[in-house]
């Protein structure tokens, strides 16, 4: 069947309360959504996270760049497409705005080709719908929720009454001493058997700042290891992150904002022993497959960034999926799933998520929702 439309749209939606992490505020979320449909009435649909601006500008880059390319041709050339879709943009792109664009158009292929053959996205990818290890991801620094160890004390109660007992908190945004307060405050509320790792959001300017931050904060942490340390450095730091992951007990996560497989080559050859590669950044579903399959032959584990509703079924689908981030909608972080109709968010039980059974993604953008908070160009 062929492509013979394909629809944009840009959304703002705003976060509830005053939120920051480790080098910059964090007030609104611009998202794009792509809607693909074939010659017989399919369609797919895809989404990108573009950032706190941008949307729009991810939405140029599919209607102006990338729809020309798919528009007429074959829904099933998928990786041709991409190939195609990429050369033609080398000039605009190769990384930012116009591949998270491209991300989100390949999503929606890969939506459109699931929903036609009757099976969940997972499940069309050679997986099963069997749930997957998460954990609850979270503290961010909120100025009007107190003392920052209440904080963090509270938002692990609230994980655990939702049953999770792995737990991800920022780090970067306080002094190492301060942090370190709000580390050791989590390791206790988590209790035993729980699980705590530690985003720093590129927050430190050398390995030397950074060793001394994970030092304190495993201290900090007493005989509990933490799970690991995600992108303590930039992201342009890729020998920082390999010489750090060398001289340091705590594993080093990295690759959130990292795009195509040509960038995560030298994570991969450098070890880093947890990759967060996002399919909404990274390339879509066809690029992030791409370099989940090279990681795993290099005993590497993906533990991949954001859009828990993607990559649940990404995740299900591969052999070296460590675990599925998940952001409770009552935080107001992850607010793409205000878009969504109740029914088709992602569930979630016993620090696992559930794997949608409906065909393709499973999600149902809810029309009134979206209208809502749509930017008109």
Same mark, same amino acid.
């Given at each position: 069947m062929t492509i013979t439309s394909i629809r944009t749209r840009a959304v703002a939606v705003l976060v509830d309360k005053p939120t %920051?992490?480790?080098?910059?505020?964090?007030?609104?979320?611009?998202?794009?959504?792509?809607?693909?449909?074939?010659?017989?009435?399919?369609t797919g649909v895809g989404y990108t996270y573009a950032g706190t601006g941008a949307g729009l500008l991810a939405k140029l880059a599919v209607d102006d760049l990338l729809a020309p390319v798919y528009l007429g #041709?074959?829904?099933?050339?998928? &990786?041709? =497409?991409?190939?195609?879709?990429?050369?033609?943009?080398l000039l605009e792109g190769r990384?930012?705005?116009?591949?998270?664009?491209?991300?989100?158009?390949?999503?929606?292929? *890969?939506?459109? %080709?699931?929903?036609? @053959?009757?099976?969940? !996205?997972?499940?069309? !990818?050679?997986?099963?719908?069997t749930p997957l290890p998460s954990y609850a991801s979270g503290g961010y620094y909120r100025p009007d929720e107190g003392a920052w160890t209440d904080a963090v004390t509270r938002e692990i109660e609230f994980n655990a009454s939702q049953g999770f007992t792995d737990h991800k908190i920022k780090v970067g945004g306080l002094s190492i001493a301060e942090d370190a307060r709000r580390v050791a405050a989590a390791i206790e509320a988590i209790g035993e058997g729980? %699980?705590?790792? !530690?985003?720093?959001?590129?927050?430190?300017?050398?390995? #030397?700042?950074?060793?001394?931050?994970?030092? @304190?904060?495993?201290?900090a942490a007493g005989d509990r290891p933490l799970w690991w340390f995600e992108e303590p450095l930039s992201p342009e730091?890729?020998?920082?992150? $390999?010489?750090?992951?060398? &001289?340091?007990?705590?594993?080093?996560?990295?690759?959130?904002?990292?795009?195509?497989?040509w960038e995560f080559r030298p994570l991969i050859e450098a070890g880093?022993?947890? !990759?967060?590669?996002?399919?909404?950044?990274?390339?879509?579903?066809?690029? *992030?497959?791409?370099? @989940?399959?090279? #990681?795993?032959?290099?005993? =590497?584990?993906? @533990?991949?960034? *954001?859009?828990?509703? =993607?990559?649940?079924?990404?995740?299900?689908?591969?052999?070296?999926?460590?675990?599925?981030?998940?952001? $409770?909608l009552e935080k107001g972080i992850y607010n793409f799933e205000r878009l969504l109709t109740p029914e088709s968010r992602l569930r979630y039980a016993d620090n696992q998520v559930h794997i949608p059974t409906r065909p393709g993604l499973g999600i149902e953008f809810d029309a009134e929702m979206v209208s809502k908070y749509e930017l008109m160009g």
């Open positions: %920051r992490m480790s080098n910059r505020e964090l007030n609104v979320r611009h998202y794009l959504l792509v809607e693909v449909a074939s010659a017989d009435g399919h #041709a074959d829904e099933n050339d998928v &990786t041709g =497409l991409w190939e195609r879709a990429y050369q033609e943009t990384r930012g705005t116009v591949i998270r664009a491209l991300s989100a158009l390949d999503i929606a292929l *890969w939506d459109l %080709r699931a929903k036609r @053959a009757g099976l969940p !996205l997972v499940s069309f !990818l050679g997986g099963a719908t729980g %699980r705590l790792s !530690l985003d720093a959001n590129n927050a430190y300017r050398s390995v #030397a700042e950074a060793r001394t931050a994970i030092e @304190a904060f495993e201290r730091a890729i020998a920082g992150h $390999a010489e750090l992951s060398r &001289t340091i007990r705590t594993p080093v996560a990295t690759g959130e904002i990292h795009q195509t497989r880093i022993p947890v !990759l967060q590669c996002d399919a909404g950044v990274a390339g879509g579903v066809t690029e *992030w497959l791409r370099i @989940a399959h090279t #990681a795993a032959s290099f005993g =590497l584990h993906m @533990a991949p960034h *954001w859009h828990h509703n =993607l990559h649940a079924h990404l995740c299900g689908a591969i052999p070296n999926a460590l675990v599925v981030e998940y952001f $409770a």
